[in-house]
């Protein structure tokens, strides 16, 4: 029976038996009172003071690291709670290692039932197996407490959310990379011993070593202080990569698969461009949570622009109904320096084909780095190709070999 079906049992004893001088029936009513009171107060009122969080031990991870996820719970009244239900709304595209782990359809719950004194607070943790890319929201906490006889249960939900981002893959690259060259021919290096003019990068404050004619004087004016103007370098060219999330003729037919090893490839690329000092812009034909416009990352370079290409590779969604054709027309109107465009696809189209020779018509050095499990059909030979030679899913290639198809 339910509390209040109690309750109201008991006051129709007390009533019926106390004008009668009944004891043998008031006297349960009068149990029955207190009996639905207690549960009622015990289920609905104490959850008030039950409070809840949860915290990951890192919010970034990478494919197969394993991030505990934290779980504090806290009594803070004199009544002790005997059952207390905590359910927890994870991912599903996730594992889980331990127990009270529950499917309910897209989502899981990992669910645990415990004992909780006066005053007590405690601590509960469970690993979490980062199986893939991508963005995963915990939460939010469902508590549900029953009273000593089990007659109510209360339940109360507490809205709070962790994130966490799994990057993609990050493998070696071997074999000839369409990168930035010298005039010379060979593959540009990082160096200031030879800077452009008219390539400003930004200001920092003044060296007794530098030369008074690099004296940023608005600047120096605007804080007091002197400031430098810092240059780029002559030899070091600006990339612009292209990311093209789709992997079929329609949006609905997307290969997951072939789309996380599209992105493991532009991952390890993006990261070799960083370790080898160049400036890079990412744009993705594809969107991320939340977002109206098609994912980029202006112009950069360093390991916290890094950071933010891997998070925005981290945040996209496996689907697209952008064109891969529309990204590299924006990537061109965009105002850099470069002139170089790499195009990182596992599939070419005759629209994508010609939109390149378009950007080559302009006198953009355009190339593609092809990701497809077949060799592709269609091929431009005024357009540099670069096949991967590995085979297998993206969590099996130990490394990425990319050859020019003709050569």
């Known amino acids: 029976m339910r509390p209040k079906s109690?309750?109201?049992?008991?006051?129709?004893?007390?009533?019926?038996?106390?004008?009668?001088?009944?004891?043998?029936?008031?006297?349960?009513?009068?149990?029955?009172?207190?009996?639905?009171?207690?549960?009622?107060?015990?289920?609905?009122?104490?959850?008030?003071?039950?409070?809840?969080?949860?915290?990951?031990?890192?919010?970034r991870a990478k494919p197969w690291d394993r991030v505990t996820m934290h779980l504090e719970i806290e009594n803070d009244q004199p009544f002790p709670l005997p059952w207390l239900k905590v359910s927890i709304k994870c991912p599903k595209e996730l594992?889980?290692?331990?127990?009270?782990?529950?499917?309910?359809?897209?989502?899981?719950?990992?669910?645990?039932?415990?004992?909780?004194?006066?005053?007590?607070?405690?601590?509960?943790?469970?690993?979490?197996i980062c199986t893939g890319r991508g963005e995963y929201f915990?939460?939010?906490?469902?508590?549900?407490?029953?009273?000593?006889?089990?007659?109510?249960?209360?339940?109360?939900?507490?809205?709070?959310q962790e994130r966490l981002l799994?990057?993609?893959?990050?493998?070696?690259?071997?074999?000839?990379?369409p990168l930035a060259v010298t005039p010379f021919g060979k593959q540009g290096t990082f160096s200031w011993i030879f800077e452009d003019p008219s390539r400003f990068r930004g200001i920092?404050?003044?060296?007794?070593?530098?030369p008074f004619s690099r004296i940023e004087w608005k600047a120096t004016a605007r804080t007091g202080k002197l400031h430098t103007r810092v240059l780029e370098a002559s030899f070091v060219s600006d990339l612009k990569i292209i990311v093209n999330i789709s992997t079929g003729k329609h949006s609905w037919s997307l290969d997951r698969s072939l789309l996380e090893k599209n992105l493991v490839t532009a991952a390890s690329i993006i990261h070799h461009c960083n370790e080898s000092k160049y400036r890079y812009a990412v744009f993705f034909a594809g969107y991320i949570r939340g977002m109206r416009n098609p994912a980029a990352v202006k112009m950069g370079s360093g390991s916290a622009h890094l950071r933010r290409c891997l998070e925005t590779m981290a945040r996209l969604v496996p689907f697209s109904t952008v064109r891969c054709e529309e990204i590299i027309a924006k990537a061109r109107r965009q105002e850099y320096f470069t002139k170089k465009l790499v195009l990182i696809t596992s599939i070419i189209t005759e629209k994508i084909l010609s939109q390149l020779r378009r950007e080559k018509k302009q006198g953009f050095a355009v190339s593609i780095i092809y990701t497809g499990q077949e060799l592709p059909q269609k091929i431009d030979p005024s357009i540099p190709l670069y096949a991967m030679q590995e085979g297998g899913g993206w969590d099996e290639v130990p490394q990425i070999t990319l050859a020019e198809l003709g050569n």
């Open 204 to 210: 920092r404050e003044y060296v007794p070593s530098d």
């Open 138 to 160: 915990f939460g939010p906490v469902i508590i549900r407490i029953a009273d000593p006889f089990g007659f109510a249960e209360g339940k109360k939900t507490i809205h709070v």
């Open 166 to 177: 799994v990057y993609p893959r990050l493998v070696e690259l071997q074999g000839k990379l």
């Open 6 to 59: 109690i309750t109201f049992l008991g006051i129709f004893l007390v009533l019926v038996g106390l004008p009668f001088g009944q004891p043998i029936i008031f006297i349960p009513g009068i149990i029955l009172v207190l009996l639905g009171v207690v549960s009622l107060f015990w289920a609905h009122h104490l959850l008030n003071r039950v409070s809840c969080r949860i915290y990951l031990q890192t919010h």
């Open 95 to 128: 594992e889980y290692a331990g127990r009270g782990i529950k499917d309910i359809g897209k989502h899981v719950l990992y669910e645990q039932v415990i004992t909780v004194g006066w005053f007590e607070r405690i601590s509960q943790r469970f690993d979490i």
